[in-house]
Structures are given as structure tokens and as C-alpha cells.
């Protein structure tokens, strides 16, 4: 992976005002991963956009990680479903 595709945790934490915690919790959840590259750890700059939404549920909303995680699990079956009617939309077009 190139070095312009990731992120230091710590310079994240610096940047967001976060707790480095916070972080390591959405990685044993499997919300994020967490790159480690000798002594430092990483995270994509793909999963930023995640982790920003992440830090909102958990900031704005006051929702744990645990909450966190049935939240995107539900966001990501609603995409899910959302495709499968677009999907089913298309065939129905054919018969009309």
C-alpha cells in the first residue's frame, strides 16, 4: 500500500480532537482497520470518510460503539435493499 494512501492514528487523533481509544474500539469492532507498519499504525485515507461519520454518531448522538455498529449494519442492509429494488424496478420496466 503507498504511503500517500494512509494516515497516522495519531495524527488523525491530533487532528479530529479525538481519543486514540476511540479508534482502537472501532478496530476490534471491524468498523475500521487499523494498519500496522513496524511501530506506527495507520488508517486508509478511504476509511476516513467512515470514521468521520463514526465520530459524529458517537459525538452528536452519544452512541457507543456498540450502537455504532448496529447503526452501520442497518445503514449498509438499507443500501443493500435500496439496490435490489432499483434492481427489481429494471425488470419490472421490461414488461410495461
Known amino acids: 500500500m503507498e504511503e500517500e494512501n494512509r ?3 495519531e495524527n488523525v487523533c491530533m487532528f479530529y480532537e479525538i481519543d486514540p481509544a476511540f479508534i482502537y474500539t472501532l478496530d476490534e469492532s471491524g468498523l475500521i482497520e487499523i494498519i500496522h507498519i513496524a511501530d506506527d499504525e495507520f488508517i486508509t485515507v478511504q476509511a476516513l470518510n467512515r470514521l468521520e461519520k463514526f465520530m459524529r454518531l458517537h459525538q452528536d448522538l452519544h452512541i457507543n ?3 455504532i455498529e448496529a447503526v452501520d ?3 449498509q442492509k438499507i443500501i443493500m435493499m435500496q439496490k435490489e429494488i432499483t434492481g427489481l424496478r429494471n425488470r419490472l420496466k421490461i414488461y410495461e
Open 73 to 75: 449494519y442497518l445503514l
Open 65 to 67: 460503539a456498540g450502537g
Open 7 to 9: 494516515i497516522k492514528v
